[in-house]
């Protein structure tokens, strides 16, 4: 709807998770060499761990945008499955055939057979598992029986897990701990700074055609706080900001508008007073180089006022002393000492 309006071939802030838009930090280029390490000859595990929204599934998609042509992926993206259905999800995944009620052993035999055939073709084969944190204890044993499959020379079949941080947890666990021996790299993705988070916007507008600075410093400090840093909430965010300025024929987004999209996208009870106060009250982008002349021309003022206002206070201390003084005396005596002050 706003694309137009802002000069865009397509929005910016989509939640998809698109390589094209990534912008990489220093945390998530460690991130996707840990993911490029994981998928060498060593095999095992490979975890890749952050909070909702912090990135992970993209990292992923820009890891397989970058693996060679002799690679087959299985790409598991919903992991509540039972030991059976997983196996047959991955098989689906490769392309291997299998009956339907294929037994657990059949399936593995299978998957085994499969790989042999591709090790023997010089391919190697990832199963890279997303939201592994909703997988049951029974399948991450299952997971770790697979890195068995093996010949005298390297695993046949690598693995990639990424979840939130319970998935850390998950590990830890007593009955979990020779799977958790054999995780050969990990990284957790933290939520990006202010620097980092502005830097992200301007990224995402640029690939999307924009060119210039769209939100002000007061605008990027508030996404920023409301979205503590998280990719995804700052993607919403700043797509609702962008609708609220087309829909208020604004070209650039200042803090009102971000006010009244944070409000309505974080689900702020108060949204009308919200509203209300971002229509009724901006904060000043202090990088506008015009405000600066204002604010010392109105500082000047003030210093002159207090000069000539202090030599008038002695001579209203003097009529507050003298009788008969009434309070509305005050004023043009004020006054006339301010005057004779200017003038002399």
């Not at 049951?136 to 020379?153: G, K």
């Not at 604004?250 to 702020?268: D, F, R, T």
């Not at 009724?280 to 604010?295: E, G, T, Y």
Request: aromatic letters at 8%; a negative charge; one cysteine or more.
């Amino acid at each position: 709807m706003y694309q137009n309006f802002f000069g865009l071939h397509e929005k910016p802030f989509s939640i998809a998770p698109d390589p094209r838009y990534l912008y990489m930090t220093d945390q998530h280029r460690e991130a996707l060499a840990h993911l490029l390490f994981g998928i060498g000859d060593e095999g095992g595990f490979v975890l890749l761990t952050g909070d909702i929204g912090t990135g992970k599934t993209t990292i992923c998609r820009s890891l397989l945008n970058q693996l060679p042509d002799d690679v087959d992926v299985a790409f598991i993206v919903n992991p509540r499955l039972s030991v059976n259905e997983l196996l047959q999800s991955i098989c689906d995944e490769l392309g291997i055939v299998y009956d339907d009620h294929s037994s657990v052993k059949v399936l593995v035999d299978k998957l085994n057979a499969f790989l042999l055939e591709s090790y023997a073709a010089g391919r190697n084969t990832i199963l890279i598992i997303d939201e592994a944190q909703n997988l049951a204890d029974e399948v991450l044993e299952q997971l770790r029986l697979l890195t068995n499959l093996e010949t005298s020379e390297k695993k046949l079949l690598q693995l990639i897990l990424l979840g939130q941080p319970e998935l850390k947890d998950k590990l830890e666990q007593d009955n979990l701990r020779q799977l958790a021996q054999r995780v050969t790299a990990r990284f957790h993705l933290q939520p990006l700074s202010y620097d980092e988070t502005t830097a992200y916007i301007k990224h995402r507008l640029h690939v999307a055609g924009f060119r210039g600075d769209l939100f002000s410093r007061a605008a990027l400090k508030h996404i920023h706080s409301q979205s503590r840093g998280v990719p995804r909430l700052v993607n919403v965010i700043c797509d609702r900001a962008m609708l609220g300025a087309y829909t208020h024929d604004c070209i650039n987004i200042e803090y009102p508008i971000v006010l009244e999209a944070c409000a309505e996208v974080l689900g702020n009870n108060d949204r009308k007073a919200k509203r209300s106060a971002a229509m009724s009250f901006s904060l000043p982008d202090w990088n506008n180089a015009w405000l600066w002349p204002i604010v010392l021309v109105l500082l000047f003022a003030g210093l002159v006022f207090a000069a000539f206002a202090s030599n008038s206070f002695d001579s209203i201390f003097k009529l507050l002393n003298a009788k008969d003084t009434t309070p509305i005396a005050l004023i043009p005596a004020f006054l006339n000492s301010s005057l004779t002050e200017w003038i002399g």
